[in-house]
């Protein structure tokens, strides 16, 4: 493999100072190859930046290595927002040295995927979470994850219910609950509105809590999951019957794949989360999604409202995205210029 020669980096936000925002990464070849990646949503003092420039960065650069699985040790030098980033750009550049597209290389087999959406509301406005979710399914999205809390959690599962009885639904728990009775008379009403999945239900270290609940449930609980070695504490004790895989979350794109095999052979359901706000992400999000374990809709096409800066876009059409196939890498051109203009820090790293 030919060494990696230079890293830049972009910090890129949303027009006017909206958020979201994130760290992108470009990885040049000593044969003018590139690779991009993207660290989705860092907060303000997130230590992406530092980890990119004083850790990873220099040393990846002039580093041997052969497939992008020999560069895990590297970027275990930084937070995990940083090591996606690195991470992907370094299977987005072995893949468009070789001709290969993405899906392919991580072992995809789909060429299509199913998309879901995330909805988010404020809490007791049951007439706007309906209508937002009620746009998803026109949309074509097939599976909706909604935000639940104490106190807001049976009425809006039952206004979904009647107004959309066949709809897949994740209710997204954010860690909010106990084992109080209280909370767990809460949990186990939600089971007869036949969630697709429970997320996240308790703190994300109490594994023993979320498998005394899968016991109970008859919906799939899909604990917080961010390393490898939490996965197989979980498949050990039954935690849990489903993971949403995160490419920012894991560190990248090896540790996920690595993720989605072990869930995957344990019979576990694994839908992908989308990781990224301007299309780099995202795009690595669907090649991922193309996973034979990856059986859930997937969170994969790109937040509207911002700029996008791979073409073509990531989008859902009719709750679809095609896997892109027919091109190298991350199957997408990406505008640099375009990144270079709007981006409001930059970086650069010659080897």
């Known amino acids: 493999m030919p060494r990696v020669q230079g890293c830049d980096a972009f910090r890129v936000a949303m027009p006017r100072g909206r958020r979201p925002q994130s760290v992108l990464v470009r990885l040049t070849g000593e044969d ?13 003092a997130d230590t992406t930046w530092a980890d990119i420039e004083e850790r990873l960065a220099p040393a990846l650069l002039g580093l041997d290595w052969e497939r992008p699985e020999d560069v895990s040790a590297t970027t275990e030098f930084g937070t995990r927002r940083a090591a996606a980033a690195v991470d992907v750009a370094c299977w987005d550049l072995w893949c468009r040295a070789r001709g290969l597209p993405l ?47 104490p106190g807001w ?29 209280e909370d767990l008379d809460a949990l186990n009403a939600l089971d007869a509105y036949g969630l697709l999945a429970l997320e996240r239900p308790f703190a994300p270290g109490d594994l023993a809590a979320h498998a005394r609940l899968q016991q109970r449930l008859t919906a799939a609980v899909a604990p917080r999951i961010g390393d490898l ?7 050990r004790q039954e935690a849990g019957r489903a993971l949403n895989l995160s490419i920012r979350r894991f560190g990248g794109l090896t540790a996920a794949r690595g993720a989605h095999d072990r869930a995957y052979a344990a019979g576990w359901d694994v839908w992908c989360g989308g990781s990224g706000a301007f299309g780099i992400g995202q795009a690595a999000a669907v090649a991922l999604a193309s996973l034979p ?48 203009r709007l981006a409001t820090r930059t970086l650069r790293i010659p080897a």
């Open 293 to 340: 374990g990856c059986t859930l809709p997937s969170d994969v096409t790109d937040p509207a409202g911002g700029p996008a800066f791979v073409s073509p876009p990531v989008r859902s059409s009719g709750g679809v995205v095609g896997v892109p196939l027919t091109q190298p890498g991350l199957g997408h051109e990406i505008d640099e210029e375009r990144i270079a």
């Open 103 to 149: 899906a392919h290389a991580l072992g995809g087999t789909r060429t299509s995927i199913v998309t879901g959406a995330r909805i988010d509301t404020e809490p007791f406005l049951v007439d706007t979470l309906v209508t937002r979710v009620n746009q998803a399914v026109g949309g074509g999205h097939t599976r909706v994850t909604v935000r639940i809390a």
């Open 229 to 235: 070695d939490m996965l197989d504490a979980a498949l």
């Open 32 to 44: 003018g190859s590139v690779g991009w990646g993207e660290a989705a949503f860092p907060e303000p």
């Open 153 to 181: 959690d049976i009425e809006p599962m039952r206004a979904l219910r009647a107004a959309f009885p066949a709809l897949a639904v994740v209710a997204d728990a954010g860690g909010a609950y106990t084992e109080s009775p």
